[in-house]
């Protein structure tokens, strides 16, 4: 073999070694969370995955844990496939109509908090926790959190570089840290996510995450 072989051999080689595009996320994130005025709540799923996913036959359940209560107060099975970028908005059948507008369902017994309630998507028959938004287990008082960052009266929307579920529904709950606060009655969010985590190379380079981060 001379040097010219040789070297197209390594280059070629070299390309084969190169990791694939993939996405590192694995499941659906709650990505946005309304508790305003009247009935005026809501919560919008988001799929920041590269694969649509069915909920149905994942069994996803979105579940209320109300008043810092360790068992189940509601609870609904998803059904309906949320395509990979889209989101899921389930609202309160009396919410506004701004908010019915851009909602795929209702469900008036889980999407029944007031800010000291825990949520949390579970997914499989032995409700594993995808995401969790408050403590289960514990009653805050009023609400978690201050200001617009609050889960009283408040929208709170994932933070952009949240691509990744909380699977701990238990461990203390700061709305500071991956939330975003917006006034009472904001709704022009729902319906839409953008996360700042697109397809990451599989073999997981911290590089190329951060690159794809702040492309
Ligand atoms: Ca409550
Ligand atoms: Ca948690
Ligand atoms: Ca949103």
Known sequence: MTARHLFRTALVLAALALPSLAFAQTDLIISEYVE?????????LFNPTGSAIDMGAGVYKLRLFSNGSLTVS????????VASGATYVISHASASAAILGVSNATSSTVINFNGDDAIVLTKSAAN???????????????EWG???????????????????GD??????????????GFATDTFGGLGAHSVG???????????????TMYR
């Open 36 to 44: 305003g005025t009247s009935n005026n709540k809501s919560i919008e």
């Open 74 to 81: 509601a609870e609904v099975l998803l059904t309906g496939t």
């Open 128 to 142: 594993t926790v995808v995401d969790a938004f408050g403590q289960v287990g514990l009653d805050p008082g009023t």
């Open 146 to 164: 201050t200001g617009l960052q609050s889960t009283a009266d408040n929208t709170l929307r994932r933070a952009v570089l949240v691509c990744d």
């Open 167 to 180: 699977t701990n529904a238990s461990d203390a709950f700061d709305p500071t840290i991956q939330w975003v």
């Open 197 to 211: 985590c697109g397809p990451t190379p599989t073999h997981g380079s911290t590089w190329g995450r951060i690159k």
